[in-house]
């Protein structure tokens, strides 16, 4: 099943899904009228006028600490001002490295790191009290936030003096990346706990970044990023003073210490407006509902990673055009501008960006820092009578949505209920309806589509990054030797005293803290949370998506649904039954989803369990439901290894002849050895035509079946 890019998963640096720790907000204050000499050399008192560059970030981690560290120190010396550290999918959804689920998973999308043993090696020789840190993690956010202490506190640092960010934003997790872990409510502590162990120990520390990028990533529309975001951090804030945990006369602190994680498309006009309208509806909420006098604790402190979803595999050389575009959305108003940016690189769309790739994106974030003279000028926007209709609307719109949240009881009531998902999903299969009809136009994929051979993607076999498949073997003997090597009667006593302090209602942090100075590891800390806690399964918004495509007499849908009806009669099966799975740890299950409503809407009987499924338990429910196809989506990187595990297990149980066909981030050598393999058919995110999609699983049936080709083909 297609998935087109959604947050394309890290490379040895590379942003799926990132977090970027934010520095206080530029002043209002512009910069002194220059006259066109001094424009063009300004002078000295010009030059102390200009605003200060946004911090620089690669988001970055891959194979081991020990890579990953090394990568570090490179980017850093390319001119990077601070670390945003990507974690591997095991690591953020609680597994170690030789758990069932994390197999092939590990080191794929980020660093693993499954004890003190890994931080201490990925941070070797960097200061932490003289270095700006984020780290993009969510349900396991506590646990690394005492790993990183921990290792400060090795190297003598002040804690106080710490900076960096931790997201901890969980709701987006339930919404759009899928590396949730526990319920809300007790995932709504663990947020809160870390919030007021951070305002109290770590004050310099950004304890939350609430997350509007990932919720674009799955859909979202100008006024969804904004309204979920503000209603999280509105549910988040309501949950920490309701602690009683916050010392007196410290609330302005804590609304101070919120950061938050946005987005920017290519629509850079809309998105710069929308940035605009979070810093008003920002100042508003916190005035208003939370009584901050203070302007700066009011302040709507952001980060951005510009778009990931709109990148093309079809002449993915106009990547860097839109990049750039979406860069100046979150840059060019000084009064809405961004303090922490990071950027995707050209070739995210086709597998993993190397190194090079990386550079090229932070690059681009340099020159216009410091060859340009944009930072030279007050806001460029102030009085601008377009901007603010546009601004007034959004606003309007968002507060709006924002009311209806709260009229259902807030965040966690609409996660629950399956609102917010199904609105992002209905908006989503929106956006990709208007591409495939040609409305919404996209250079290279709808329209102007003739091109010229490009050297970047000469050879796409060395033109993205690789994971070594041996690294994950190695990543798990070294946990067995770390295990073996520890105090195992300290870490029992240390994981015993977390699950009484889980069971009760003390903060979490210091327990987490004497797990990581004990040698716990990531596995052990998460699964002593779940014994108390349990797990959670967020709604897959598939079954309250609306119709997004028509399907009247004579459009494509409707022929597709007359092969579906026809194709099901001759097979005397009433309905075609398709399974949409998501095998691994994956959490990106937008292209699957899309795939699910798509079909439903020609006719199939769709069985959609959601994400995180071994796949053991893919073919259980392939054989229950009797389906006629399996569909796989995956955009990990880890299609090498469990896709032929499918293969394997359908032809052991004698369903050999069941179609399977695989959808996601799969470069061509890959695509070929699945194909190889026995996969029926392989779809990339240049299948960006959900509904021919659809068309050629009907034919697939057709062909596993030996039934004749359909006659009249879409």
């Not at 990507?86 to 170690?96: C, E, R, S, V």
């Not at 719109?397 to 949240?405: F, L, N, V």
């Not at 591409?435 to 250079?443: F, T």
Request: charged share 25%; hydrophobic share 40%.
């Amino acid at each position: 099943m297609t998935d087109r890019h959604e947050a394309a998963p890290p490379s040895p640096g590379a942003p799926a899904s990132p977090s970027v720790d934010e520095a206080p907000a530029p002043s209002r204050q512009g910069a002194r009228s220059a006259s066109p000499d001094q424009a063009r050399s300004p002078s000295p008192d010009a030059a102390r006028a200009k605003d200060r560059p946004w911090l620089m970030r690669t988001y970055a981690g891959h194979s081991t600490a020990e890579a990953s560290n090394a990568l570090y120190r490179r980017n850093l010396a390319k001119g990077q001002t601070g670390l945003s550290v990507a974690f591997d999918l095991p690591t953020q959804t609680g597994y170690d490295p030789d758990h069932v689920l994390a197999r092939g998973e590990v080191g794929r999308v980020g660093v693993p790191v499954s004890h003190l043993g890994d931080m201490r090696r990925l941070l070797e020789g960097i200061p932490l009290d003289r270095t700006n840190t984020s780290m993009t993690i969510n349900a396991t956010a506590m646990w690394l936030l005492a790993l990183y202490q921990v290792v400060a506190e090795e190297q003598g640092a002040d804690l106080g003096g710490l900076r960096g960010t931790t997201q901890n934003d969980i709701v987006k997790e339930y919404l759009s990346r899928g590396t949730h872990v526990f319920p809300p409510g007790p995932s709504l502590r663990l947020t809160t706990d870390l919030i007021t162990y951070s305002v109290r120990h770590l004050p310099g520390w950004n304890p939350i970044n609430i997350c509007g990028y990932h919720l674009q990533e799955a859909g979202a529309t100008p006024v969804q990023e904004i309204a979920y975001a503000v209603s999280t951090a509105i549910t988040v804030l309501d949950a920490v003073f309701a602690s009683g945990r916050v010392p007196e006369g410290r609330e302005g602190e804590v609304v101070g210490r919120i950061s938050f994680f946005v987005n920017a498309g290519v629509r850079f006009v809309e998105e710069m407006c929308k940035m605009r309208a979070f810093s008003r509806i920002w100042d508003r909420v916190t005035r208003e509902r939370y009584g901050v006098e203070d302007p700066r604790q009011r302040r709507f402190r952001y980060g951005v990673q510009v778009n990931s979803l709109g990148l093309t595999e079809a002449q993915p050389e106009n990547n860097v055009q839109r990049i750039v575009l979406e860069m100046l959305a979150v840059t060019l108003s000084k009064d809405a501008r961004a303090r922490a940016v990071q950027l995707p690189a050209w070739n995210e769309a086709l597998g993993l960006p190397r190194p090079w790739d990386q550079q090229w994106s932070l690059r681009i974030q340099q020159v216009l820092a410091h060859e340009s003279d944009l930072l030279e000028y007050p806001d460029l926007f102030e009085g601008s009578r377009v901007v603010e209709e546009k601004v007034a609307a959004l606003t309007e719109e968002a507060c709006a949505e924002i009311g209806r949240i709260e009229e259902m009881g807030g965040v966690p009531a609409a996660v629950e209920s399956g609102y917010l998902k199904s609105r992002l999903v209905a908006a989503h299969a929106g956006r990709r309806a208007r591409i495939e009809s040609g409305e919404e136009k996209v250079v290279g994929v709808n329209c102007y589509e003739s091109t010229e051979p490009s050297p970047l993607t000469a050879d796409l076999d060395t033109a993205v990054e690789t994971v070594d498949p041996a690294t994950e073997a190695r990543v798990v003997a070294a946990l067995h030797a770390w295990r073996a090597g520890r105090d195992e009667a300290r870490a029992a006593e240390a994981l015993a005293a977390l699950k009484k302090a889980a069971a009760g209602t003390d903060n979490l942090m210091p327990a987490s803290l004497e797990c990581a100075r004990a040698g716990v590891t990531t596995g052990e800390w998460s699964w002593a949370l779940r014994d108390v806690f349990g797990e959670f399964r967020a709604p897959t918004g598939v079954g309250g998506a609306p119709v997004a495509v028509s399907a009247e007499a004579g459009s494509p849908l409707a022929a597709v649904r007359e092969r579906v009806a026809g194709t099901a009669a001759e097979l005397g099966a009433g309905r075609l039954r398709l399974l949409v799975g998501k095998p691994g740890l994956d959490g990106h299950s937008n292209g699957a989803e899309q795939i699910a409503v798509r079909a439903r809407d020609a006719g199939f009987e769709v069985v959609y369990q959601g994400i995180r499924l071994t796949p053991e338990q893919i073919v259980s429910a392939a054989l229950a439901e009797d389906v006629h196809c399996v569909g796989l989506s995956i955009l990990s990187g880890s299609h090498t290894a469990l896709v032929p595990d499918v293969l394997a297990r359908l032809r052991a149980a004698g369903a050999g002849d069941v179609p399977v066909i695989v959808g996601g981030i799969v470069p061509r050598a890959d695509a070929d050895a699945l194909r190889a393999a026995g996969v029926a058919a392989v779809f990339t995110p240049k299948d960006f035509g959900i509904t021919g999609i659809v068309g050629r699983i009907v034919d697939e049936i057709r062909k596993a079946n030996k039934l004749d080709p359909w006659e009249v083909p879409v």
